[in-house]
């Protein structure tokens, strides 16, 4: 199969202004920190409306309503489409997409579609998975207006459609979502395997990928660099969606008033806190404030198991369940050695040329 392509070629500024927030420019660490921004005032409002429903006596939920008001304040004049789903059997909980126009290849909008727990209007507080989703998902949508590179390539991409669909077919199946699709039997003795037969099983999969559909370099080029940056995006989501599942299942100032009232706490979170596969990893972290004596040290104790609590969470998801961290190192691998094939193909042509 041969495709010309470019792809060391700028990026048309008319592609990317039809999509940035002209509120946000600046560096990449700049983009960076006004998502994180976005995303923590977004939390910060939300919260806002459960505590005043909680003291007039209201359970603490949010309302589609009341969340499309909520991004709207937060990026204002950015269209986004919010759809609420009927549960699914093994399905996602959501997902976010980008609105295009393909014959234009312009972005006309995003959507975030969010599962709400038996069909209500509105999530609890209390839902701790929907409103981890929930946070996922809306990470991903910050990050998408204030950080596009992921987008302008994807809708500035020249490659066939059927390429782009085993592009992404193989992306969903293969390398994000791998792990969760298998059986729950399957999946233990999978995520068992020691971490080098893993990596070897990923670096498999991609070179029988590659080598059974004979993608040129160039091809390969854009696959990867497409699966690198899906999988940094999905990194950074899961990392703040897991920080807000802990700090709402977890709240220290509820915990703490309990702990100064006399009560004792026994506290305990799954690797993945889900109905159906929280024990699969046969890990978990726990708490008990009677092994602790006076008053102030089981309040430190809770603390520092609160803060221990989001970057094991985060490790135990990302890393050992999703395996994420290691299949974005490996795809950087990859990629790397099949830009230096375009570029020693590059200078051949060159050289001959200068003959």
């Known amino acids: 199969m041969s495709i ?42 939300r919260e806002d409306i459960f505590l005043r429903k909680e003291k007039l ?11 499309e008001d909520l991004f709207e304040k937060v990026t204002p004049k ?41 069909n209500k209007e509105y999530i609890k507080k209390s839902d701790f998975d929907s409103m981890e989703t929930l946070d996922h998902e809306s990470c991903h949508f910050f990050k998408a207006i204030t950080e596009p590179k992921y987008t302008v390539r994807n809708i500035s ?25 298998k059986t729950f039997i399957l999946k233990k003795k999978f995520l068992q395997n020691k971490e080098p037969a893993r990596i070897d099983n990923v670096k498999k999969g991609i070179n029988k990928f590659f080598n059974k559909n004979k993608f040129s370099s160039l091809v390969k080029v854009e696959m990867l660099q497409d ?27 509820e915990l703490t008033k309990k702990l100064q009232n006399g009560k004792e706490l026994k506290l305990k979170d799954y690797a993945r806190d889900s109905k159906k596969t929280h024990t699969f990893l046969d890990k978990s972290k726990r708490f008990n404030s009677k092994q602790y004596k006076t008053l102030d040290e089981k309040i430190q104790a809770l603390n520092s198991f609160v803060v221990e609590l989001k970057d094991w969470k985060c490790k135990a998801v990302i890393d050992d369940i999703l ?21 020693a193909k590059q200078k051949e042509l060159v050289e001959r040329g200068s003959k």
Request: charged fraction near 25%; charge should be positive.
């Open 157 to 181: 991409i020249k490659l066939p459609f059927n390429v782009r669909r085993q592009k992404s077919y193989y992306y969903n199946t293969y390398l994000y979502q791998n792990e969760l699709k």
């Open 323 to 343: 395996f994420l961290n290691n299949k974005k190192q490996i795809v950087e691998e990859f990629l790397a050695q099949e830009i230096a094939k375009v570029r």
């Open 4 to 45: 010309r392509l470019n792809i060391f070629a700028p990026i048309r500024p008319k592609v990317v202004e039809k999509i940035l927030n002209p509120l946000v420019k600046g560096s990449v660490s700049t983009r960076e920190a006004s998502a994180k921004a976005m995303f923590s005032e977004f939390y910060r409002m």
């Open 78 to 118: 950015i269209p986004l489409d919010i759809n609420i789903f009927t549960p699914v059997k093994n399905g996602p909980g959501g997902t976010f997409h980008v609105q295009t126009d393909w014959s234009c290849r312009i972005v006309e909008g995003y959507e975030l579609n969010i599962q709400f727990p038996n």
């Open 227 to 253: 699966w690198r940056l899906g999988l940094k995006d999905e990194i950074a989501a899961w990392n703040q969606g897991l920080k807000s599942y802990i700090e709402f299942r977890f709240p220290l100032n």
């Open 57 to 67: 006596g209201k359970e603490a939920v949010v309302t589609k309503e009341e969340l």
